[in-house]
């Protein structure tokens, strides 16, 4: 993991004070459904979702990534929406700011990005949903980011658990003073999130 990323995550760790209990009640549970995994000797894949599948379940992916590689884990992270439109340039300049390196891959409507955050180290980023061929079909759990995408998708095939853990969208930000402040507060707030879940795990 490169060291910028690092020392965030090791600030942001010192930091779990600033997450509600009702907040961490949620996110134990989350956490002791991947511990049980774990401890059965289950693949762990988180698919995280929104309804454009274009910021929020994009910082869930990549950070609970990072999180999980910070406390010594190895999960796989995706992420889905209800709808497919494009990974948003706010949402990745918020992880570029926090030192990650992302290299787009193609120059459709849709592109892959790359979200790296060290040596053989990255997520494959792109818009798409649910039901995409490049998703868990089975033993997955399903994280959701807003409540717009929890109340459009009353079912989702093959999850072991849904939950949600809604956050503000920073899409009401976009092109004003704020934008860039808002979308990095969001970042670190799913990141914070993200590691407390696995600063939990115990195996």
């Known amino acids: 993991m490169n060291q910028l990323i690092k020392k965030r995550c090791k600030v942001l760790s010192e930091n779990f004070k600033e997450i509600t209990l009702e907040r961490k009640a949620l996110l134990g549970k989350l956490a002791s459904h991947i511990e049980e995994k774990l401890n059965s000797g289950k693949e762990i894949n988180l ?9 929020r379940s994009h910082l869930g992916q990549v950070w609970s990534k990072v999180a999980a590689d910070f406390y ?12 497919a439109t494009a ?14 390196k992302v290299k787009k891959l193609d120059e ?22 649910i039901d995409d061929e490049s998703l868990p079909k089975e033993n997955f759990l399903a ?7 929890d109340e459009n998708c009353p079912f989702i095939p093959g999850c072991d658990l849904r939950i949600g853990t809604t956050y503000i969208d920073p899409k009401s930000y976009d092109n004003s003073n704020l934008q860039d402040e808002k979308y990095t507060q969001r970042s670190n707030q799913i990141a914070m ?10 195996q």
């Open 47 to 55: 698919v995280y979702v929104c309804t454009h599948n274009s910021r």
């Open 72 to 83: 010594g884990f190895n999960i796989n992270t995706f992420s889905a929406g209800t709808e």
């Open 87 to 100: 990974f948003n340039q706010n949402a990745i300049n918020a992880l570029v700011s926090a030192g990650f």
């Open 108 to 129: 459709t409507s849709n592109p892959k990005y790359e979200v790296i955050f060290g040596e053989q180290k990255s997520n494959l980023c792109f818009s798409k949903t």
């Open 143 to 149: 994280v959701m980011t807003c409540g717009d995408a």
């Open 193 to 202: 999130e993200c590691l407390y879940v696995f600063s939990l795990i115990k």
